[in-house]
């Protein structure tokens, strides 16, 4: 059964450093998503993204993030100059479509500490 | 006040009980999703439904859209059920998350 991957499964970094969290969602869906979830609290939403652009995106996701399919396979988010509170397993999601008619496949996490 | 509350937060029962989790919501959804997120933090999802109800094995979830409510219902509990259960609701492009209950299941 096809799935979503993230690479690594744990990133450790230091404080001020650029990170590039990766992913290879489902081939055949379109929509793509990134969430995380800082230990102990409720997933959060970050971004979503459709035909190569953002198209919704939380208070989060300001602009020490971004995001990018920069080959027809992978979907990264780069965190520019991690700070402490970037903590967090980030779970990255992708779906066929969007809506009602809409299952979302989740990655399996890549946990972050920055130190 | 959260989007997505769910209750309880933390269940314990005996192998064999029937367990209910209930989720209620605040805002205009397009569809609920049930996810199961084990220790390791991996995330599956369980449903989507955006009326009625819905049943896979052991597991049963129901919506009433009227009063902004879902359940989900584990028939005949196992230890392999014990996760944490996770309301979410899909609004616009994203997914809001409930808090989760933390279910272990005893032999």
């Known amino acids: 059964e096809p799935e979503v991957t993230q690479t690594p499964s744990h990133q450790v970094t230091q404080m001020g450093q650029e990170v590039i969290l990766r992913c290879v969602p489902i081939?055949?869906?379109?929509?793509f998503y990134w969430y995380r979830q800082i230990l102990g609290q409720k997933v959060e939403f970050l971004v979503s993204?459709?035909?190569?652009?953002?198209?919704?995106k939380s208070e989060i996701f300001d602009d020490q993030f971004s995001v990018e399919r920069p080959d027809g396979s992978n979907f990264t988010l780069k965190i520019r100059s991690t700070k402490l509170e970037d903590s967090a397993m980030y779970f990255c999601?992708?779906?066929?479509?969007?809506?009602?008619?809409?299952?979302?496949?989740f990655g399996p996490g890549t946990r972050l500490t920055v130190l | 006040k959260n989007e997505v509350e769910q209750s309880p937060q933390n269940l314990t029962a005996q192998e064999g009980e029937f367990i209910t989790i209930n989720c209620s919501y605040s805002?205009?959804?397009?569809?609920l999703h049930w996810l199961q997120q084990h220790p390791g933090g991996g995330i599956v999802s369980l449903f989507m439904?955006?009326?009625g109800k819905k049943k896979h094995g052991r597991l049963i979830a129901t919506i009433n859209i009227q009063e902004k409510h879902s359940s989900l219902h584990i028939t005949a509990s196992h230890p392999r059920d014990s996760a944490v259960y996770i309301c979410?609701?899909?609004?616009?492009?994203?997914?809001?998350f409930g808090t989760g209950t933390r279910l272990q299941v005893f032999p």
């Open positions: 999601a992708s779906s066929v479509s969007r809506g009602r008619t809409d299952t979302q496949y």
């Open positions: 081939s055949n869906h379109l929509y």
């Open positions: 993204f459709y035909n190569n652009e953002i198209s919704e």
């Open positions: 805002v205009g959804i397009s569809a």
């Open positions: 439904l955006s009326s």
């Open positions: 979410a609701v899909h609004n616009t492009d994203k997914l809001i």
